[in-house]
């Protein structure tokens, strides 16, 4: 789904709303619990309030494969449902960081913003970083995720001229041999994998482990999984493309597969 993009009066107006839909601060650490597992955190817990010593909520990433939890990471959460118009100041990052063992990784989450201080002062630990979530970056990864949000349609004429514009463009390849789009949907994303075409599939070698393709006019050699019908070894390439972005929130798009020749080649359409 395409997201009109947001202008500031946009974001006042939502992050507003995000504000006064929370009754406390106890019903926006509630929230953040789903908001910090669709982000990836395992385990994650709201502290009891009495006794958290500054700390509103507790998870951890897993580590490498699950192998072993020698790797995994903690995460400290702080989370303030402040009135937009009143920011976070430096003494509220320190405290967080005052009660996090070494090691760890602090968030802290906000409906307002950050001081410059405060912003500065995430940055000053690098064995107890703090990352920082104001109440814009929080629409944007719940539009990414898609919590908490309804979508209206909206006519769009740009739209309807690309895909006409697109399609114009394909029929002047007539050297294309193939040609064929698959939709890379959030599940195929968060399992980190490519879908493969039936029609793509079909011609390549059976016995291949590896395939060899061009994504965005860059060579890749990627596995695959004859049974699930997938490109793996495909996370680098989606970061790469924005497809995984660094707060690790999933854009969906459309993947456009050609073979030119002995080449398969496939460019990421959002």
């Given at each position: 789904?395409?997201?009109?993009?947001?202008?500031?009066?946009?974001?006042?107006?939502?992050?507003?709303?995000?504000?006064?839909y929370?009754?406390?601060a106890?019903?926006?650490?509630k929230?953040?619990?789903?908001?910090?597992?669709?982000?990836?955190?395992?385990?994650v817990?709201?502290?009891?309030?009495?006794?958290?010593?500054?700390?509103?909520?507790?998870?951890?990433?897993r580590?490498?494969?699950?192998?072993?939890?020698?790797?995994?990471?903690?995460?400290?959460?702080?989370?303030?449902?402040n009135?937009?118009?009143?920011?976070?100041?430096?003494k509220?990052?320190r405290?967080?960081?005052?009660?996090?063992?070494?090691?760890?990784?602090?968030?802290?989450?906000?409906?307002?913003?950050?001081?410059?201080?405060?912003?500065?002062?995430?940055?000053?630990?690098?064995?107890?970083?703090?990352?920082?979530?104001?109440?814009?970056?929080?629409?944007?990864?719940?539009?990414?995720?898609?919590?908490?949000?309804?979508?209206?349609?909206v006519?769009?004429?740009?739209?309807?001229?690309?895909?006409?514009?697109?399609e114009?463009?394909?029929?002047?390849?007539?050297?294309?041999?193939?040609?064929?789009?698959?939709?890379?949907?959030?599940?195929d994303?968060?399992?980190?994998?490519?879908?493969?075409?039936?029609?793509?599939?079909?011609?390549?070698?059976?016995?291949?482990?590896?395939?060899?393709v061009?994504?965005?006019?860059?060579?890749?050699?990627?596995?695959?999984?004859?049974?699930?019908?997938?490109?793996?070894?495909?996370?680098k390439?989606?970061?790469?493309?924005?497809?995984?972005?660094?707060?690790?929130?999933?854009?969906?798009?459309?993947?456009?597969?050609r073979i030119?020749?002995?080449?398969?080649?496939?460019?990421?359409?959002?």
């Amino acid at each position: 789904m395409n997201v009109i993009d947001l202008n500031d009066k946009d974001y006042e107006e939502l992050i507003f709303k995000f504000y006064t839909y929370f009754k406390n601060a106890f019903d926006f650490e509630k929230f953040l619990k789903p908001f910090l597992t669709t982000n990836g955190l395992d385990e994650v817990t709201v502290t009891r309030r009495t006794r958290d010593g500054g700390i509103d909520l507790i998870g951890k990433r897993r580590g490498l494969g699950g192998f072993s939890n020698e790797d995994d990471v903690k995460y400290y959460v702080q989370a303030k449902r402040n009135n937009p118009k009143n920011k976070v100041d430096v003494k509220k990052i320190r405290e967080l960081r005052g009660v996090m063992p070494s090691s760890t990784k602090g968030l802290f989450i906000t409906t307002s913003d950050f001081t410059k201080n405060a912003k500065e002062e995430a940055l000053k630990d690098s064995f107890r970083p703090i990352i920082l979530i104001n109440g814009k970056r929080l629409i944007d990864n719940c539009i990414d995720n898609e919590l908490g949000m309804l979508y209206k349609p909206v006519f769009s004429k740009i739209s309807i001229d690309n895909l006409i514009s697109r399609e114009k463009e394909l029929t002047k390849n007539i050297s294309d041999s193939i040609h064929v789009e698959k939709l890379i949907s959030k599940n195929d994303i968060r399992a980190r994998i490519l879908p493969i075409p039936s029609v793509i599939l079909e011609t390549i070698p059976p016995k291949s482990n590896k395939l060899k393709v061009y994504i965005n006019k860059k060579e890749e050699i990627l596995n695959i999984n004859w049974e699930r019908k997938y490109l793996g070894g495909i996370t680098k390439i989606y970061r790469d493309n924005g497809i995984i972005t660094s707060e690790n929130s999933f854009s969906t798009c459309i993947s456009d597969w050609r073979i030119k020749g002995d080449k398969i080649i496939i460019e990421f359409l959002k």
